[in-house]
Structure formats: C-alpha cells, structure tokens
C-alpha cells in the first residue's frame, strides 16, 4: 500500500512560481512511475508530467513543456512539480500518481491558482 500525500499548492500570481511536493509512505516508490494531472473546475482530470522509475525520463503534456520540471528525490520519497511562468489556465487542483504493474494509487490534490 502507498499513501501519497500533495503540499505546495496556494495563490499565486501569473508569471509566478510554485513548488508541488508528493511524498510517499507506505514504501518506497523506487519502483514505480510518478505522475502529475491536474483537474479545473468543469474539465476532465489531465496529465501534466511524469518521471520513469529511472528517473532519467520524463514527459511533459505540451501546455506545459518549457515551463514545468518534474523531478523525485528517492532518498525522500518524494517527487517534485517546479511550475514557472504560471499562467490562470494553470489553475486547477493537481493530483499525484504512482504507477506500476497492477498498481495505481492517487493523492487527495492540492490547489493551485493563479490570479490574472
């Protein structure tokens, strides 16, 4: 079992930046895919980012390349969502995910928004 656990979220101005922390509990998440989606109000949940177990992949949905980082720190449990240049339509609650084979498990979310 891994409970995930999202900190980072608040106000924000556009232009500005946030730091979205996951950790994880339960064990350790070496072994699994981290995700980022986030959800606006009235809009289906979307992918943000993700990371391989290697930690030397990532992806990035397109409304975001350049301006997210994704990135974990395995010795924490914990991966990271550096969000610059943020935009309103960044506003949303963000969700965390830990995939693996025959697994999927969510965080609660965090809400971001960003003021025009």
């Known amino acids: 079992q891994v409970q995930l656990v999202e900190s980072g979220g608040g106000l924000v101005q556009a232009g500005g930046s946030l730091r979205l922390s996951c950790a994880a509990s339960g064990r350790t998440f070496s072994g699994y895919t981290m995700h980022w989606f986030r959800q606006a109000p009235g809009k289906v949940r979307e992918f943000v980012a993700n990371?391989?177990?290697?930690?030397?992949?990532?992806y990035y949905a397109d409304s975001v390349k350049g301006r997210f980082t994704i990135s974990q720190d395995n010795a924490k449990n914990t991966v990271y969502l550096q969000m610059n240049s943020l935009k309103p339509e960044d506003t949303a609650v963000y969700y965390c995910?830990?995939?693996?084979?025959?697994?999927?498990?969510w965080g609660q979310g965090t809400q971001v928004t960003v003021s025009s």
């Open positions: 995910r830990a995939t693996g084979p025959g697994l999927d498990y």
């Open positions: 990371i391989m177990k290697s930690g030397d992949t990532t």
